[in-house]
């Protein structure tokens, strides 16, 4: 009976608070790009955990809401932030005084290859007659954005660091209104992820003059890098939005490994890892301090491009 009981309190204390629901909050709205990573994820995890794992969609103000939320919840590890990459620059950008140095990384899934999009019928051959025309005219070039800190507004600051272009920025509410812009000639370009941008760009609908990184991809081969145009972009790269779950600094050491047992298993299944396929979202699978080291290099170089120290 003593024997028992022991296996029983070192499983419950492996655990963690094993009776309670998970919550994971989801920065972004439903069907978008960390949506659709993160649920089947959390339903994959939950099987090796052993509990439920219910996923929640928080948007609004750049992922703030969402990061504000996780932060104010107990640290028990019941409540996780299911994020992308925003946090890690919040503070530079005068957004919110949490980053992901608040919390701790569970598991970083991976990264996304971004490029530079405009409609399939637009005047520009390639991305060096885009930024000819932008200098020409300066501010007429239509930008669709979206807040401060997301991606087509951060990508944009790598253009005007080494191009010294400018575009007239035109916000929009997320990645997917302002490629639908673009495409309806509201705005001349924006900045697309390959998960939402390269099916309407085998469809004819649309082109990428450039992707942001200093060798082809795979999945559009004969789209040039960016470090064709000029090499000096090099310096960013690699750079892309990245995925994870984080869980508020201080929640206990064994329950974080817990978690990140569980959700490592989940990301290594073979039909998880097709998921990342299907969305052309590239594998890390980092946790602990490897997780941190990948986030402040990313947002070294997001700052260098803002020129913030």
Do not use: H
């Not at 885009?130 to 990508?155: E, F, H, M, Q, Y």
């Not at 200093?214 to 090499?231: K, M």
């Amino acid at each position: 009976m003593k024997r028992l009981l022991a296996v029983f309190l070192a499983a419950m204390l492996l655990l963690g608070c094993t009776a309670s629901q998970i919550n994971g909050i989801i920065q972004w709205g439903e069907g978008g790009g960390t949506d659709m990573l993160m649920r089947p994820l959390c339903t994959l995890a939950e099987k090796k955990l052993g509990r439920t794992v219910l996923p929640r969609n928080m948007s609004g103000g750049t992922g703030t809401l969402a990061t504000q939320y996780v932060y104010d919840k107990p640290a028990d590890g019941t409540t996780l932030l299911l994020g992308a990459e925003n946090p890690a620059m919040y503070d530079a950008l005068g957004l919110s005084d949490l980053t992901y140095r608040d919390f701790d990384c569970v598991l970083l899934v991976g990264y996304e290859t971004v490029g530079v999009t405009v409609a399939a019928n637009a005047p520009y051959a390639d991305f060096a007659s885009l930024i000819d025309a932008a200098k020409a005219n300066p501010g007429t070039i239509r930008l669709a954005t979206t807040s401060k800190g997301g991606l087509p507004w951060t990508v944009a600051r790598f253009i005007y660091a080494v191009t010294g272009a400018t575009f007239a920025e035109i916000p929009y509410d997320s990645d997917a209104t302002a490629r639908t812009a673009v495409l309806n000639g509201e705005c001349d370009v924006t900045v697309s992820k390959l998960q939402s941008g390269v099916e309407a760009c085998r469809e004819g609908k649309m082109r990428y003059l450039c992707m942001l990184t200093d060798a082809p991809v795979d999945a559009l081969p004969d789209v040039p890098p960016i470090t064709e145009y000029d090499p000096a972009f090099s310096e960013y790269l690699p750079w892309g939005p990245f995925y994870g779950v984080f869980v508020k600094k201080g929640t206990d050491k064994s329950t974080i490994d817990t978690l990140s047992t569980a959700f490592g298993e989940a990301y290594t299944d073979a039909s998880y890892q097709k998921v990342l396929t299907n969305l052309y979202v590239e594998p890390l699978g980092l946790c602990g301090q490897e997780a941190n080291e990948y986030i402040e290099a990313w947002r070294a170089a997001s700052l260098k491009a803002l020129n913030i120290e």
